[in-house]
């Protein structure tokens, strides 16, 4: 459901009902937005404020921005609505701003509504705990505007930060010229710590030709999945530009584990995750040959690659869960979303 409403401003924090499981456009911009800001959150309540004013901020660029909390337990949601209500007292209606509060949570699939319900083609995530530089969709335009490159994805380079603020990693300051450049299977395969969904951008209409991820899919997978249909389309980049600060806490998704590590192999958790997106790749790569996409030399490179780290995968998989069983563990192989 999507529903526009004129609001009195004070009256939007006072009246958040509204917002339960429904797309509401809070300001509309007075020209079609270029590109959808997508921010899903959750429980990230003492970083919400700095990541949404970064998002809110953007310049040379006019962007939808759709904020949907996934069934918080804590006030990142109120903390948004205040921090939007006081941004439109102050400011131009440069931006189309949308939100929702989700009473269910929805985990990965979280992220197919936002797709779901962007307006605009290219799209990227703003994640509730990370800081976007206030050129990032003005550069992303730029990227995507490279008609020989045809880019289908790009990557924004991160740079780390602590849960203070302060820079733990990469630097600060843009470089003097942009450039692209092309991501290697090597690196999708290989578990790039760049190629994550916090700093994804991507074409709606190209990915399009491949069906919706399901929860197959383990989570940590999903972007690689991705990463891997943009590489078989032949557009996938990174940028080298900084427009990303990666705020690192206890709470990351990249911090958790299946399982406590003091008392289970380490390795069973990642074998799993590498096996169920590997198994996708699969998937997507013998779909690709049917529809004419991918032929001769290549596929032939593709396929050896990809059978070799499925095996690899299963193999680590089996050896982890041989042990678990010699402790003493039931292994049980259930369906998680």
Known sequence: MLFTVN???????????????CFVTVQDCEKPPQISILMPIYNCERFIREALLSVLAQQNATVEIIISDDASVDQSFIIALETVELWLKTHRKTHRIILRRGTQRLRRDHLHLLVDHASCDIVCQAHGDDVSHQLRA??????FSILDLKPTMVFVKPSLIGEDGRLLQGVGELPEHMELFPVSLEMIFRENNALIGATMAWKKSALSYFSQLS?????????????FRAYLLGGCFVINAPLIRRRMHQ????????FDPKEVPANFGGSLVRLSFFTAMKEDLEKSVKNGLIDGERLELLSESLENCLNLSAKELLNSSSTLTKAGYTVHWVKDN
């Open 251 to 258: 709470s990351n998704w990249s911090k958790h584990t299946f």
């Open 7 to 21: 609001f009195l401003l004070g009256y939007m924090s006072k009246d958040s009902a509204r917002f339960r499981d």
């Open 215 to 227: 929860s197959k899919s383990v989570a940590f997978g999903h972007d690689r999945v991705m990463t």
């Open 138 to 143: 003005a550069y992303l335009l730029q990227c």
